[in-house]
């Protein structure tokens, strides 16, 4: 099934711990994204990834931290300098380098912080 | 700076009444303007694009640059249209894509 996975779909962490959420895709799509969706606040960027081994600061890129070390992954690390990090988390692929605005969404990972 | 908004929380509208989502956006140069649908326990996906000029699921948006809005109407309402709806923004050149906040839209049967 082709697709773009993330993992996990719940997450519970403690209180100034680090974790990483997953982001696969089997699609050969080159650029990567990551939003962040609250209530009310609908979807903003976080990261973004045109090509392997590079990325770039969205608009709340502070707590986080990215990798692209090949082209179907790109994990999401929220830090303990992340001060409200309970959301929902959506990654996102295009089939090109340049954004041509249709982007192909996960089912996204809830992290819920205790 | 781009900023999209989306003045209506949520919507509700009888089936078979006319469906009006508003969005209008801030951009000084030259938008590219998206409407993304999520229905219940799918993913996000891209309904229609301004440059298509196309009708998705009986839905059209126009592009008024006068009025810098870009609202998604559909003539009659159907039970099926019930989710949640973002207007989304793109500069030229630019590769990021501004979501407003979304409409969660219900279907009165």
């Known amino acids: 099934d082709g697709g773009i996975t993330q993992s996990p779909k719940y997450l519970f962490r403690k209180e100034g711990q680090n974790v990483t959420l997953s982001c696969e895709q089997n699609?050969?799509?080159?650029?990567m994204y990551w939003y962040r969706q609250d209530p009310g606040q609908g979807l903003r960027l976080i990261y973004y990834?045109?090509?392997?081994?590079?990325?770039q600061k969205g608009d709340i890129a502070e707590g986080y931290s990215v990798s692209r070390e090949k082209k179907e992954s790109f994990p999401l690390t929220v830090t303990s300098a992340q001060k409200n990090p309970t959301a929902f988390y959506l990654c996102?692929?295009?089939?090109?380098?340049?954004?041509?605005?249709?982007?192909?969404f996960g089912e996204g990972s809830r992290l819920t912080v205790l | 700076a781009q900023r999209v908004t989306q003045p209506e929380k949520l919507l509700s509208v009888f089936k078979g009444a006319p469906v009006e989502l508003k969005c209008n956006y801030s951009?000084?140069?030259?938008?590219?303007l998206f409407w993304y649908v999520q229905y219940s326990r799918q993913r996000l996906q891209l309904l229609l694009r301004?440059?298509s000029r196309e009708s998705i699921k009986g839905f059209t948006a126009d592009l008024n640059k006068g009025e810098t809005s870009f609202h998604l109407k559909k003539p009659f309402a159907q039970e099926e249209d019930s989710a949640m709806y973002y207007c989304?923004?793109?500069?030229?050149?630019?590769?990021?894509?501004?979501f407003g906040t979304g409409t969660r839209l219900t279907i009165i049967p």
């Open positions: 990834s045109q090509i392997v081994n590079d990325f």
């Open positions: 989304a923004l793109k500069g030229f050149g630019n590769e990021k894509l501004t």
């Open positions: 996102a692929s295009i089939p090109g380098a340049v954004n041509t605005g249709e982007l192909f």
């Open positions: 301004h440059i």
């Open positions: 699609l050969n799509h080159d650029a």
């Open positions: 951009y000084s140069g030259s938008p590219e």
